[in-house]
């Protein structure tokens, strides 16, 4: 699937590509995001020295790399550097919790170290980058403050997905349905969560397979009254344009077709009779089964993805 949906609106895209910031970057770009490098603007964060080195040793032309821990307010905060280094994070390990699983030693905390901190809405100002599309966080417990530091940006932003704890494994950490309540008075929905199971020492070989859910990505999709608010402050129709089809990539990205649906009926003012016609041919290519409803584009019978 091209989640472009037609060359008809490259030229769109050549202008203004999507653009991700990536908090927690270390490794590079993943999953699902790799799918639509080609028009991807990446600004990514990585407060470890190490893996910030790294990223520059594989840095694209369309990357932006900086050396930055983000939190929701300027400080000098002590980073704690973990024996498996993706699991480092402002937040001490919980071991009063950890200890009950399994390789609960990958938390080991090898070294600490001081970092300054800022906010998010500040460093893209200071870098003159507006209207982000997209924010991933994958921080280890500090999700939460991350977006507290970025309630300007969240107002252009229309995908969020960010991990969330449902069990406190770092000490003091925000958990999921902290971070549901601010991202829902944001004006977002939740569209998915991809949950992670662990199962205690004791009992592996018992029960049920999966264990408990201790967290999961989270994949959060503006809703449709704060789109309408989002593009207002588009100052053309062509900037509308733009932002819509940016939208549409993204919902066409995670597989909600049906939502891309909605969001082209309401601005389809904005595109020609040969966009929209591009639009219902990609459209027509996912579907899976027809169905009586024709509210959306006109006449055209569609099907919600499963």
Known sequence: MNPF???CFNSYFEKKPISLVDVG???????????????????????????YNELLKLKKGN???LNTALYNRKDELYFYLTRKQELASIFYPDFDILKDFPDASR???LKKVKVKTDTLDSILEANSIKDIDAIKIDTQGSGLCILEGAQKSLEDVFCVEIE???LPIYQSQQLFAEIDIFMREKGFNLFDLRPWYWKRKKGSAY???????????????KNPQSIEFALEEQSTDKDKKSKVL??????????????????????????????????KEFIDSRILWRTSNSSCLGNLDYINET
């Open 246 to 279: 940016r939208m549409l990539t993204l919902c066409n990205l995670f597989g909600y077709v049906d939502y891309a649906i909605d969001i082209f009926d309401k601005n389809s003012y904005l595109f020609s009779k040969h966009e929209s016609n591009a639009f």
């Open 207 to 221: 029960g049920m397979p999966r264990g408990q859910i201790i967290f999961a990505d989270c994949l959060y999709l």
């Open 5 to 7: 949906m037609h060359n």
């Open 164 to 166: 969330a704890e449902f």
């Open 63 to 65: 990357e932006t790399f």
């Open 107 to 109: 938390f080991d905390v």
């Open 25 to 51: 970057a270390s490794g590079g770009i993943k999953d699902a995001w790799k799918k639509i490098e080609k028009h991807l603007h990446v600004i990514g964060f990585e407060p470890d020295e190490k893996a």
